[in-house]
């Protein structure tokens, strides 16, 4: 009776946490798409980056978001964190099982957490960028994303690729849509916001140069 009493509320605690990490993990996904959104309208032009931008600020928006997205993202790597191995032959084990399964969604899982550990530096470290240059115009964008195009393409990747994957493990998980219509979905989204925010460098790239 203890027994079934204790695995009854590890059962409980479990689901209240996969709970938790989906709601976190929806919030910072629909944060990471509308947040590059805002920044692909640089491709319309400067003026409507900065007043996008001065709106924001004049609505205390910024200062609002920024913070709420920090702890949800802190919160969300905790959460989700507790299932990744931490031990060296743990991780051992799990990288010959997935060499030996051969299975995408577990390669896609393993994926999953090494860009989930890369966003936590990169992304903390964007922040204090951001943070120290404010406020967000165009024309100091452009000057640090000319001088940090390379960190910021790699940024770009990892966080997209564990966002448009991340959602896609989730549907599938509590079995919402079917495996292969929601991966084709997330794909094409994850495609088409990779094209935005390369475009969007690009622009701010070559208006650095001619600071």
């Known amino acids: 009776m203890l027994l079934q009493k204790t ?10 946490l996969d709970l938790v990490e989906l709601t976190s993990g929806l919030l910072l996904v629909g944060f990471l798409w509308t947040h590059m959104l805002f920044v692909a309208t640089i491709l319309i032009s400067q003026d409507t980056f900065n007043k996008l931008s001065e709106f924001l600020d004049t609505y205390y928006l910024s200062y609002i978001g920024i ?11 905790v ?24 299975h995408t969604d577990t390669w896609t899982w393993v ?3 090494i860009t989930g550990m ?11 960028m951001i943070t120290t240059g404010w406020p967000i115009r165009a024309i100091n964008s452009a000057e640090r994303m000319e001088s940090f195009w390379w960190f910021y393409l790699v940024l ?4 997209e690729y564990h966002a448009g994957f991340g959602i896609y493990r989730q549907f599938v998980k509590w079995g919402w849509f079917p495996r292969k219509p929601i991966g084709y979905i997330s ?6 916001i990779l094209v935005l925010g390369l475009a969007a460098m690009v622009v701010f790239v070559q208006l650095g140069g001619t600071l």
Request: hydrophobic share 55%; proline share 3%.
């Open 187 to 192: 794909k094409v989204i994850t495609a088409i």
């Open 118 to 128: 890369a966003i936590l530096v990169l992304g903390g470290i964007h922040v204090w």
């Open 156 to 159: 770009l990747i990892v966080g």
């Open 67 to 77: 913070p709420f997205i920090i702890v949800i993202a802190l919160f969300h790597f």
């Open 79 to 102: 959460i989700a964190g507790r299932r990744i191995p931490t031990r060296i032959q743990e991780q051992r084990i799990v990288w010959r099982h997935a060499k030996m399964l051969r």
């Open 111 to 113: 994926f999953q957490t």
């Open 7 to 16: 695995l009854s509320k590890s059962n409980k605690t479990d689901l209240y």
